[in-house]
């Protein structure tokens, strides 16, 4: 069963978003995810300051399996990337919540997410 | 799809399960980077149960294997001698890479892929026309492949009377003992056995192997080991279309005995009238990433393919093979997500016995 968080909001591709209130956000994959996509092995993130569109692919996580990208959940600004991922990608298989996270970024707003239970829904 | 007779064993395991061409086998039981290191280090095992054994038996066994086949069966000549081989088409294109083991000259026991089981039995079936052997695929028989450095110890430790047996065992050789047929081969890089026995019994061996200290590991595990190892996947490196003049296979195919009329030497001859323009090679990627399959690999000469791709557990690295234009050496480029990332053009294998070769 894989694990899903209720201080999070969900995308329809298993990404996590968490709103800190402030106009910024973290963002990862979630649990459902990394254990579909197998041992993490390579990770590419985009730069801070970088600034995305709303549906751009903007990393990449890589498992032994497939490589497979990462979606802008809105018009985005990075403000920081997890540079730990470099050298630990497997961060995203033992933390994807916590220490895997991938990015933290600015937005307007990020709308059309999922709650836990409606998520959770989803993945039944 | 098709269960092998450790399916339970797998689930039990909690093994990922897939469709492997149409076997339900398991990926992984967990993490495939662990189980590629619990082989490099210690001791796993894979079902490869789906594989078939064929025996071929009768008075022209011999005659018939060595039209058969490129690699010259005639070099075997002591009871459960191994032998690498191709078998070809006319056209010089793999239909399919084995083992074949000796017993006598009336007696030979192979092993072929299981994706290509059934166009396997069909050719060969159609070749013995007019050779007094009989063809056999024994369907009855599971396998289980134990490598690593402890492997063989771990083996002799989980079944009981195997040392006499074969402790002395050298690589590429093989012995019988009742009904199990254990050969010191494998598809990793690393020491072992591959073990074939009864189906009625493989359940108690996988569970004695568990009980001795042997990790189950999946396909995944495998995929990587055989490729640090520098070993061929059939349809990867090699298919209907590729000889093995072309996928560095050309040690297995021999030539030495002009008058051994083997299927597919005529076009392996013109072939090399003609010159061999491609040939496979190892690459290490310089920059980072992971190399997949059927990227486009830009040498100095030409352009090529990636064939095989994978993050490597030992090196920490993106590996692979790849068909390039013959001749092609030094460095590369990668085509990955439209960007060009270096790599190094190396010899395979790149990994042996636990050791970085390149």
């Known amino acids: 069963m894989s694990e899903i968080r209720e201080d999070r909001q969900y995308t329809q591709t298993h990404e996590w978003i968490l709103d800190h209130g402030d106009g910024t956000y973290t963002m990862g994959i979630t649990d459902h995810a990394q254990a579909l996509l197998g041992d993490m092995v390579f990770v590419e993130l985009s730069n801070v300051d970088d600034e995305v569109s709303i549906e751009d692919e903007f990393c990449v996580v890589e498992s032994v399996k497939v490589a497979s990208s990462v979606h802008a959940p809105a018009d985005l600004q990075i403000i920081k990337a997890n540079e730990a991922l470099d050298d630990e990608p497997e961060l995203i298989n033992s933390s994807c919540y916590d220490d895997g996270w991938l990015v933290k970024f600015k937005s307007h707003s990020v709308d059309d997410l999922m709650d836990a239970a409606t998520y959770a829904q989803t993945l039944d | ?358």
């Open chain 2, 1 to 358: 799809m098709k269960q092998t007779p450790l399916y339970q064993m797998h689930i039990e395991s909690q093994g990922k399960m897939v469709d492997f061409v149409g076997w339900e086998m398991p990926l992984n039981y967990g993490s495939q980077i662990e189980e590629h290191h619990q082989v490099r280090r210690d001791a796993g095992m894979f079902d490869v149960s789906h594989m078939s054994v064929v025996d071929f038996k009768g008075a022209e066994a011999k005659a018939f294997l060595q039209v058969l086949i490129a690699n010259d069966v005639d070099k075997l000549k002591t009871q459960g001698k191994a032998l690498y081989s191709c078998m070809l088409n006319k056209s010089g294109g793999v239909v399919d890479d084995l083992i074949v083991y000796y017993q006598n000259d009336e007696y030979y026991r192979m092993v072929i892929n299981a994706g290509t089981t059934e166009k396997d039995m069909v050719w060969i079936n159609v070749q013995a026309n007019g050779f007094d052997v009989s063809v056999e695929r024994m369907s009855d028989l599971a396998m289980i492949a134990v490598q690593g450095p402890n492997a063989r110890a771990k083996v002799f430790t989980a079944m009981p009377g195997l040392e006499e047996v074969c402790g002395e065992l050298k690589p590429f050789n093989a012995a019988s003992l009742g009904g199990l047929f254990i050969a010191r081969t494998g598809y990793t890089g690393e020491d072992g056995f591959e073990i074939m026995l009864p189906s009625s019994s493989v359940k108690f061996t996988w569970q004695m192997l568990l009980e001795a200290g042997v990790k189950p590991c999946g396909l995944g595990a495998r995929d990587t080991l055989r490729l640090e190892a520098g070993m061929s996947l059939y349809g990867s490196e090699m298919s209907d279309e590729v000889s093995p003049l072309e996928a560095a296979l050309t040690w297995t195919v021999d030539l030495v005995n002009e008058n051994r009329a083997f299927i597919g030497r005529d076009a392996l001859e013109a072939l090399k009238e003609k010159g061999v323009e491609r040939t496979i090679v190892g690459l290490v990627l310089e920059g980072k990433g992971v190399i997949r399959d059927h990227q486009k690999v830009i040498t100095s000469l030409s352009e090529g393919e990636i064939t095989s791709g994978i993050f490597s557990p030992t090196m920490g690295k993106a590996i692979a093979l790849a068909s390039v234009p013959r001749g092609s050496t030094g460095k590369c480029e990668i085509e990955i997500r439209k960007k060009q990332v270096c790599a190094k053009i190396v010899k395979p294998p790149f990994v042996r016995n636990g050791k970085v070769l390149v």
